[in-house]
């Protein structure tokens, strides 16, 4: 699959979110939305309201990331509200086969999303029950943090098992990504990028995205995936 790129409004103007969508709306793929509860990760940011709210606004997909300790409870709510992509944690969620099937029936993409220090092996069976691997190059909690090259061998290990399992799996990294480091994730098979600070961060978010999709696209051109 060609690379997408999915802007995380963490970085965005919580005051203006309609606008800040709007800015990358001809350059991006999706808009990542990190819905944390102060729980699973230690910050708070915006819950099914805020979504529903920016549904009405977006006219791109929204990609909603849960890092809420009670997955199983909320994120069919997510896909029903309108969501294209709801993500789910490993760590957290009790009844992930019946969740994701779950969001799969409410109309949206099922991704299941793993820690840096979580391995991927333990989830191949559940490859078949997903539509997008979310593997988390930061702990998960806030924007801005430093890249993780620790995961980059799982990103690759994760590649080959959906690659040898022939499955239209995305592979999603979310944490860190920048200009400097998302050619590494292209090479190691990642397809889908999540860019915080490094879209919201630059003078000109929808330039930055573009650059992000061009050294993805070039980088994963020469790796062959
Ligand atoms: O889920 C998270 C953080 O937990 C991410 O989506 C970050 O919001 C990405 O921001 P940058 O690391 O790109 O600034």
Same mark, same amino acid.
């Given at each position: 699959?060609?690379? =997408? ?6 970085? /965005? ?38 979504? =529903? ?48 099937? +779950?969001?799969? +029936? ?17 989830? /191949? ?19 801005? =943090? ?59 978010? /929808? ?8 050294? /993805? ?9």
């Amino acid at each position: 699959m060609a690379p =997408q790129i999915a802007p995380s409004i963490l970085s /965005a103007d919580f005051a203006h979110l309609a606008e800040d969508v709007e800015r990358i709306a001809d350059s991006a793929d999706w808009v990542h939305v990190d819905v944390m509860d102060n729980h699973f990760v230690p910050n708070l940011t915006l819950g099914l309201p805020v979504v =529903q709210a920016l549904l009405k606004h977006s006219p791109l997909p929204l990609d909603c990331h849960l890092m809420i300790e009670d997955p199983d409870r909320w994120a069919p709510e997510y896909a029903e509200a309108g969501a294209k992509s709801v993500t789910i944690h490993a760590e957290a969620a009790k009844a992930p086969i019946r969740t994701l099937r +779950a969001i799969r +029936a409410a109309g949206a993409r099922a991704g299941l999303g793993v820690n840096p220090a979580t391995p991927v092996d333990g989830f /191949a069976d559940l490859l078949g029950e997903i539509d997008m691997l979310l593997l988390m190059t930061v702990e998960p909690g806030f924007g801005g =943090q430093k890249f993780l090259d620790v995961v980059l061998p799982k990103v690759r290990r994760a590649r080959e098992l959906i690659k040898g399992r022939d499955l239209p799996v995305w592979l999603q990294v979310d944490g860190g990504v920048s200009a400097e480091t998302i050619e590494r994730c292209a090479e190691a098979g990642a397809d889908v990028f999540v860019a915080g600070s490094a879209v919201y961060g630059a003078d000109d978010p /929808a330039e930055a995205v573009r650059r992000l999709r061009g050294q /993805a696209e070039d980088a994963t051109a020469k790796a062959g995936w």
